[in-house]
């Protein structure tokens, strides 16, 4: 990239609104119910004699807000098999497009016919986009030691609808809710459909509302040697 170049992408960045789509790690956040929890513990300190203050951070890959790598439910041997480290860098940034289903009920599942609806009166969704869904599930994100009912229910997409935008070769699929697949699907497949044909899937997102239709967003995961998934800084560009 020339210098002339890098000030344009500057300029043109900080002409736009940037949302925070992530949650904030901390203890007692929601967690998957078979997932490990998260601790953040302190290691050393100023009153020990330190020079530095040093936490000690315990947490699952799927911690948070997080990006599931293929390898998460795809097997070795597998063309789609990828770890987080070894995934394209292209796949955690693009043009992202943002679909309301804030007026579902836990059950609700979003169907091949819905997408399609919503591409006739928004525009296609194209190879290499990012497609979010906007549930507003994020409402229910309290403290274990507060409530739990975002870890209780939730609605998710549907089987023919993620083979669908699998079939569009999207980079990412994201949502704000606990998982791409309704607490009450039978079985995972909206995670083989994704995940099986390269598709990352993105979880426990937040603002969605903020970013309705398009946007540009940057979803960066930690380089983890043979991870299954890790937690992510996600930022959207509007």
């Known amino acids: 990239m020339s210098l002339s170049s890098a000030k344009m992408l ?56 997080h990006m599931d790598a293929t390898a998460h439910f795809i097997q070795e041997g597998h063309p789609a098999h990828r770890y987080m480290a070894e995934t394209e860098i292209t796949q955690f940034f693009g043009r992202a497009l943002t679909l309301d289903f804030s007026h579902y009920e836990a059950k609700d599942t979003v ?5 399609v609806t919503w591409e006739q009166q928004n525009g296609s969704i194209e190879t290499g ?32 609808a993620a083979e669908y935008l699998a079939g569009k070769r999207v980079k990412a699929v994201g949502c704000d809710t606990l998982a791409i697949d309704s607490s009450f ?24 509302e903020q970013i309705l239709g398009e946007s540009f967003v940057f979803a960066f995961p930690l380089k983890i040697k043979e991870g299954s998934g890790s937690p992510i800084r996600a930022l959207a560009f509007k």
């Open 111 to 115: 169907s091949l016919e819905e997408i």
């Open 185 to 208: 699907a039978s079985g995972t497949p909206a995670h083989y459909a994704l995940l099986g044909n390269g598709v990352n899937i993105i979880e426990n997102l937040t603002r969605l």
């Open 10 to 65: 500057s300029a043109l960045l900080n002409d736009l609104q940037v949302i925070d789509l992530s949650h904030t790690l901390e203890e007692n956040m929601p967690s998957y119910p078979t997932h490990s929890r998260y601790f953040h513990t302190l290691w050393d300190h100023f009153d020990q004699g330190s020079r530095a203050l040093v936490y000690q951070l315990i947490l699952n890959e799927h911690t948070g807000t």
């Open 129 to 160: 986009d990012i497609v979010l869904l906007r549930f507003g599930w994020d409402r229910y994100w309290t403290p274990r030691t507060v409530d739990h009912p975002y870890t209780k229910s939730w609605p998710g997409l549907g089987g023919e």
